[in-house]
């Protein structure tokens, strides 16, 4: 088993998965004793430059892919150049004023003194953003919905319903956190193949994203051709962050929301979701393209 650990974390380093004794009950059957594994859930704070911005609740795991991913499609950075460094460390539940056995960590990163300026100009205050991802939004300019939209591609065309139908098909067997514990969310990057190449995971939707992006930009691949799968719904933050960052087609397990249609359409991203085989829904075509 991959990064479990017993039912209480170990107090410095928080684990991805966790066990706890349970009783399992069954209308027809006799109560059993079971040992199931869980997600953790910790508290992550962002520091830019000494300044607290953020505190995520989330996967203890890539968080220097999390940190430039949410730096880039948050708008704090511009390139993953402007990052000059990164300190990942756990912080003791005690330390941090937390309950016992809630330990977090804190990512230190250090960024150009253009972006940190900008940042102090526009600083608003995020916090627990695994379940709806515009908390602490100071006004409706906040949202930062507007933004150019992406050029017309050749090869967005390709992501056609055989090309997202065998990524999501290729997605599951990467999922290897979600195969121990459930309830974890995963971002994937796909070839014009269908091939899946990376697999991040995380409890929350957004986070996972954000670290994909972060691992995309960090290995100079977000302008390549290709596409972002993702194991949940379609809401328009992560239609959003994918267009923010050049990202020109996504692929979602679950519906959309029509905000997300909408962005997609707005910023020419090719948006599929309800993607179960054999079936998918194109609800947006991409730059260029006619919904067809």
């Not at 990064?3 to 684990?15: E, L």
């Not at 402007?82 to 004023?97: F, H």
């Not at 979602?252 to 993607?275: D, E, N």
Request: negative net charge; glycine residues 10%.
């Amino acid at each position: 088993m991959t990064d479990a650990s017993a039912c209480s974390m170990t107090p410095s380093t928080p684990a991805a998965l966790t066990t706890c004794e349970v009783r399992f009950h069954h209308a027809e059957r006799a109560v059993v004793a079971q040992s199931r594994v869980l997600a953790n859930e910790v508290p992550i704070a962002l520091v830019f430059n000494g300044i607290s911005h953020a505190v995520m609740m989330g996967t203890p795991l890539d968080l220097e892919d999390f940190a430039i991913g949410f730096a880039l499609s948050e708008g704090i950075i511009d390139h993953a150049s402007d990052c000059y460094g990164i300190d990942v460390r756990p912080v003791d539940a005690a330390a941090a004023g937390l309950p016992a056995g809630m330990n977090g960590m804190q990512v230190q990163v250090d960024i150009s003194s253009r972006c940190f300026a900008r940042l102090k100009d526009h600083r608003r205050s995020i916090s627990g953003r695994t379940g709806c991802g515009v908390c602490g939004v100071e006004s409706f300019a906040a949202l930062d919905l507007s933004f150019d939209a992406l050029p017309a591609r050749d090869w967005v065309s390709q992501v056609d319903l055989s090309t997202v139908l065998t990524a999501i098909n290729n997605l599951p067997a990467l999922q290897t956190l979600n195969a121990q514990a459930g309830a974890i969310h995963a971002a994937g990057w796909a070839t014009l193949n269908g091939q899946v190449h990376e697999v991040i995971e995380d409890v929350g939707r957004h986070n996972a994203l954000d670290k994909l992006l972060g691992r995309l930009a960090r290995t100079d691949r977000l302008g390549q051709p290709g596409f972002v799968v993702l194991s949940s719904r379609g809401s328009h933050e992560l239609v959003r962050k994918c267009a923010k960052l050049g990202i020109g087609a996504l692929a979602t397990i679950s519906a959309p929301t029509a905000m997300g249609v909408h962005m997609a359409q707005l910023t020419g991203l090719r948006f599929w979701g309800l993607c179960r085989p054999p079936q998918a829904t194109l609800y947006a075509a991409g730059a260029g393209l006619p919904l067809a």
